[in-house]
């Protein structure tokens, strides 16, 4: 038992050996993941260390279990930034970043969860973007989340349906900050590897019809396949693209594999001709933030 006086001095010794604890626990960590990326190597597994979906369980139980005055954005924003790293332990993790009109919000959306010594590239193209990821060039592309006036939309693309289509993996920012004064984007991250099922998640998928189909009539056909869903935008025809596109947000977690996807184009009879998962995303978390009133300055 510890019977030293409660000095400030006895308290910073004290600060000096949880420190010294946190950094030999690093250490170790690191350890272990290189022993994964090993285990990885002789399996045959990605290239990249990368896993969204657990990283996102990862986050979700720190902060479950999180108690005291630290705010819990800031216990994520730390294991982020490690989890980045630990990932380029294993291989190679680049992300190119779509800032439309140099917007440095997207920027810095990408630096908070990717991490500070991440490589990252800025273009104002989306499909620039998606260019470097499907030639390798990217690990992973950070997109604007569409919107329904946008002028030249990129999901479409995910549609395709073509050997090299990139997938939706992950929606940022993953934990919300409130305190934010200013108003953060929302980004798509994209990515060749698929979405992984976190028990809470979300699924865009894409419906392709001969004519455009309401809302209304969406809601009622996702209904009754047992799906839940909102409609977040259309497009209609053109030259090089003969079907209306209708960009769905679905709750849970599907594959193409799903046996709703069929019912759904069966069930619309012949008003829908394909339905396309183009990927989707783990649930954000809404953390609390704030310190408390009874916390003081740690030195």
């Given at each position: 038992?510890?019977?030293?006086?409660?000095?400030?001095?006895?308290?910073?010794?004290?600060?000096?050996?949880?420190?010294?604890?946190?950094?030999?626990?690093?250490?170790?960590?690191?350890?272990?993941?290189?022993?994964?990326?090993?285990?990885?190597?002789?399996?045959?597994?990605?290239?990249?260390?990368?896993?969204?979906?657990?990283?996102?369980?990862?986050?979700?139980?720190?902060?479950?279990?999180?108690?005291?005055?630290?705010?819990?954005?800031?216990?994520?924003?730390?294991?982020?930034?490690?989890i980045s790293a630990f990932t380029r332990l294993q291989g190679p993790l680049t992300v190119a970043v779509c800032a439309p009109e140099m917007s440095v919000g997207y920027w810095d959306l990408a630096r908070s969860h990717f991490g500070s010594t991440t490589p990252m590239s800025l273009h104002r193209s989306p499909f620039v973007v998606m260019r470097e990821v499907a030639r390798g060039e990217g690990t992973v592309g950070v997109l604007p989340v569409p919107e329904s006036d946008d002028e030249d939309p990129w999901w479409p693309l995910l549609a395709a349906e073509t050997n090299d289509t990139l997938r939706v993996?992950?929606?940022?920012?993953?934990?919300?900050?409130?305190?934010?004064?200013?108003?953060?984007?929302?980004?798509?991250?994209?990515?060749?590897m698929p979405q992984e099922d976190t028990k809470d998640d979300r699924t865009l998928v894409v419906i392709a019809s001969d004519a455009r189909i309401g809302r209304a009539r969406i809601n009622e056909l996702l209904g009754c396949v047992a799906l839940t869903g909102r409609s977040i935008t259309a497009l209609d025809p053109?030259?090089?693209?003969?079907?209306?596109?209708?960009?769905?947000?679905?709750?849970?977690?599907?594959?193409?594999?799903?046996?709703?996807?069929?019912?759904?184009?069966?069930?619309a009879r012949g008003r829908i001709g394909r339905v396309v998962a183009i990927g989707g995303f783990a649930n954000p978390v809404h953390a609390p933030t704030g310190i408390h009133s009874a916390a003081v300055a740690a030195e």
């Open positions: 038992m510890n019977t030293e006086p409660e000095t400030l001095g006895a308290l910073r010794r004290e600060i000096d050996r949880i420190d010294t604890s946190i950094h030999d626990l690093l250490v170790r960590r690191s350890e272990v993941v290189g022993r994964i990326g090993a285990v990885k190597k002789r399996s045959g597994s990605s290239p990249t260390g990368m896993r969204p979906g657990r990283e996102a369980r990862v986050i979700r139980r720190l902060i479950a279990r999180h108690r005291g005055p630290l705010p819990a954005v800031v216990v994520a924003r730390l294991w982020r930034e490690l993996i992950s929606r940022l920012p993953f934990v919300e900050d409130r305190s934010s004064r200013f108003g953060i984007p929302a980004a798509l991250v994209v990515s060749k053109r030259e090089d693209r003969p079907e209306w596109l209708h960009l769905i947000e679905v709750e849970g977690y599907l594959t193409a594999a799903d046996p709703r996807i069929g019912a759904l184009v069966e069930g």
